[in-house]
């Protein structure tokens, strides 16, 4: 994993920018799957959960942050993190994906259209020196879990999301409705009225 010390112009999810200044986290994981392109969905959820078990236990009260598919880390309607990740395909096969983790651990910089918090603002505390080694060791055992079958994986990150039930957009208010769980192939699922509908893409609001 490559990590910064701070990053002026980073690059967020639909292009959006990022900043995270001294004391906050920033790094990258290469990863060499080499697995379907299919399958590259479930990359996201794991980067999410692993992110999310190593900074759970920093916080005075368990549970205080929960994932948004599929991969914020959010503290009610505030986002802590997120994660972007790049890949590539050959021959219909990931060779190489790099997992973007940004993290506002020391305090919260702005962004335009949404509300952020740091781990220090929900009495939390931990150092980047610390997130890199924890984040892979975590990283690494979802990739073996996978390997395996994603059903784990998939029962693992809802009960780190927030609960069926919670309304939600997608991009920007187009579409609304209920969150409904993710699907076999870890897909959000978006109950509109008698309808379900798996969703692979989209960015997904808290309402």
């Given at each position: 994993m490559v990590v910064a010390a701070r990053q002026t112009a980073g690059r967020g999810r639909a292009g959006r920018a990022w900043e995270s200044p001294a004391g906050n986290f920033c790094g990258s994981a290469l990863l060499r799957p080499r697995v379907p392109a299919g399958q590259g969905g479930w990359f996201a959820l794991l980067a999410g959960l692993a992110l999310i078990e190593v900074l759970d236990p920093a916080l005075p009260a368990p549970g205080a942050v929960m994932l948004k598919w599929p991969n914020d880390l959010m503290a009610g309607a505030a986002k802590l993190a997120g994660i972007l990740l790049d890949a590539t395909i050959e021959n219909g096969m990931i060779t190489a994906m790099i997992v973007g983790v940004g993290v506002n651990l020391a305090e919260a910089p702005p962004v335009?259209?949404?509300?952020?918090?740091?781990?220090?603002?929900?009495?939390?505390?931990?150092?980047?020196?610390?997130?890199?080694?924890?984040?892979?060791?975590?990283?690494?055992?979802?990739?073996d879990v996978l390997a395996s079958g994603a059903a784990p994986l998939r029962a693992a990150w809802m009960c780190r999301a927030h609960p069926e039930g919670t309304a939600i957009t997608v991009d920007g208010g187009r579409r609304s409705g209920i969150?409904?769980?993710?699907?076999?192939?870890?897909?959000?699922?978006?109950?509109?009225?008698?309808?379900?509908?798996?969703?692979?893409?989209?960015?997904?609001a808290l309402i």
């Open positions: 335009p259209g949404r509300v952020t918090t740091s781990l220090a603002a929900l009495g939390g505390a931990m150092t980047p020196e610390a997130l890199a080694p924890a984040f892979c060791a975590r990283l690494d055992h979802w990739l969150y409904a769980g993710l699907d076999d192939d870890g897909a959000l699922l978006l109950r509109e009225g008698d309808r379900v509908t798996a969703l692979r893409g989209g960015d997904v």
